[in-house]
Structure formats: C-alpha cells, structure tokens
C-alpha cells in the first residue's frame, strides 16, 4: 500500500517556467510534508517543508501548497532554471521518531 | 540547514568481506537516525531507525543479522553489511534528526560494489 502518491513521474519545463509536482497521502496521521531534492549521486536536500496548520509556504522561488481536506499538497517551482534539474521526492510522517514515508519521486528537467 | 556526513563516499569489497559505513551529524545531536537504500531511479527504501543507545528497528525484509546497525552516540550511527554479496551492491544514505525536531537530514551517500 502506497501511503503518498507523487506524480508526475517525469517533468519536462522550458527556463523560467513553473514547474508543478503533487502529492496525495491516505493517513490522516501525518502532520509534517518536506520536499527534497536530489542530484544524481547525491543524497537528498530538504528543500522546503510545511505542517497543516498552514496552506501555503513560500521559500524563494519554492512554495508548498497544501490542501487538507483533499488530503494533497504539492511543490511549484517557479522561474524554473536548468540547475533545478533534478529528482524531487514529498514525504510525509508522523513526527516524533516515526520515519519518512517518500513518494516515488519526480525526474524534472528544466531545458533553455 | 544541519549537516550530516558519510564515509566512505565508495566502497569496492569483494564477495564474503563485510563492509561499515560511518554516518556523522556534524552540527546536532542525532537522537534518530535512520539507514535508507537506493536503487537507480528509485526512491529511497528505509532499511531501519536506530535511536541513540537503543537496537536498531529493522523494517520487514532487511535481514538484521546482515545488516548491522549501531548508535552509539549521538553523532555517530555504523551500517556493517557482513559477508557481502553483488545483490548488496547499492547506493546506502543515512538521515538524521534531532530530538523534538521533525526535520530529517540526508548524507551525501555510499556508494556500495561488490565484486
């Protein structure tokens, strides 16, 4: 049973456009939403994060929206520029010492 | 953001050697830590949580006998992959957090061959 659900699985966006990747969980339980971010190699960067007791989050050219009742939240990357290209993954928990649970994450490549 | 380190960054052992990978938070006291594996183009797979001074919880399927996991301190987790084999080849990443914290940070990953 997947818990979060990412799409879409790949991304093509022209520089300086917006990229959007979207997530949908099932447990109620989660209360905490980050985004990573990862380049080949690499182990993941925490890019951004959000808690449900907000709809939306703005970090830069990153912001999380986040729909409670849908059960859905999602990373718009705007002005979107080659370096971002990359593998996002959402993730969501439950706090305290419970672990990550991580979409499957989203190839975006960002073309001039 | 925090930093957490891994060493080595590689690793190439021959089959039936066993292996240990370093995980360090550089600047926080980890009192989770958790050991991911990565295939190419897959997400991350948690392996297990280990909790500073407490045996490590291993999710269903990853042998614990094989994969050794110690926290001993609060900046410091080990992964001994024993008697390794070629399917143990991998990408293994480590995470991090801090007590009352819900961020979690990343190493930079080891890269695991065995030939």
């Known amino acids: 049973q997947q818990q979060v659900k990412q799409s879409p699985q790949s991304l093509i966006v022209q520089k300086g456009g917006i990229s959007i990747i979207n997530c949908a969980y099932e447990n109620t339980a989660f209360d905490y939403f980050p985004w990573y971010q990862q380049f080949p190699g690499k182990g993941p960067a925490l890019l951004i994060a959000?808690?449900?007791?907000?709809s939306e989050k703005k970090e830069g050219r990153f912001t999380i929206s986040f729909n409670k009742s849908a059960k859905q939240f999602s990373l718009h990357i705007m002005d979107s520029q080659p370096g971002d290209s990359a593998t996002y993954f959402c993730a969501a928990s439950r706090g305290g010492n419970t672990p990550l649970v991580f979409g499957k994450g989203t190839r975006l490549s960002v073309i001039a | 953001g925090a930093v957490v380190s891994q060493h080595p960054s590689w690793v190439i052992c021959k089959s039936g050697t066993s292996v240990k990978i370093e995980c360090r938070s550089l600047d926080f006291q980890a009192t989770t830590m958790f050991w991911y594996r990565q295939f190419p183009k897959q997400s991350l797979m948690l392996m297990a949580t280990?909790?500073?001074?407490?045996?490590?919880?291993?999710e269903q399927g990853v042998e614990k006998d094989k994969f050794l996991i110690n926290h001993a301190s609060l900046t410091l987790s080990t992964l001994t992959v024993t008697s390794a084999h070629p399917e143990d080849s991998s990408f293994y990443i480590c995470?991090?957090?801090?007590?009352?914290?819900?961020?979690?940070?990343f190493g930079p990953g080891t890269r695991l061959t065995v030939t």
């Open positions: 959000i808690r449900p007791d907000v």
């Open positions: 995470s991090a957090r801090g007590d009352r914290s819900y961020e979690q940070y």
């Open positions: 280990s909790n500073e001074g407490s045996k490590a919880t291993y």
